[in-house]
């Protein structure tokens, strides 16, 4: 299985990034896929995943409004959608699966991470 995320970058504060990830190997359609964040120095965390049987999207609550994730069964692809962005959301963004549950930690299978710096 191989989840591989693209789409990261520099940006200014107050702009905007889409990341996306596809998985191969193994569809994830009775779950979902999430995304996960590890800024310099820290721990990973939550950012949000997708529900696939549901299609509900759910966030890490210091990040509602400003982040969306959307996705596509079929094709086992998720993205996400980072708007009005800050300097404190610099950090590599992992894409993840399967997702199961809100503020998941552990995850079976993980991408290998994009860059995201948001300049000041």
């Given at each position: 299985?191989?989840?591989q ?45 997708i ?13 509602k409004g ?43 299978y ?11």
């Amino acid at each position: 299985v191989q989840l591989q995320a693209s789409g990261g970058g520099l940006v200014q504060a107050g702009g905007s990034l889409r990341l996306s990830c596809a998985a191969s190997g193994r569809a994830f359609s009775s779950y979902g896929m999430a995304w996960l964040r590890q800024a310099p120095g820290k721990e990973p965390k939550f950012v949000g995943g997708i529900r696939w049987t549901s299609g509900r999207a759910y966030y890490a609550d210091s990040l509602k409004g400003r982040f969306t994730i959307s996705g596509d069964n079929a094709r086992n692809t998720v993205n996400l959608q980072m708007n009005s962005l800050k300097p404190e959301d610099t950090a590599v963004y992992y894409c993840a699966a399967p997702f199961l549950y809100l503020g998941q930690s552990t995850y079976e299978y993980w991408g290998q991470g994009t860059l995201v710096t948001v300049s000041s």
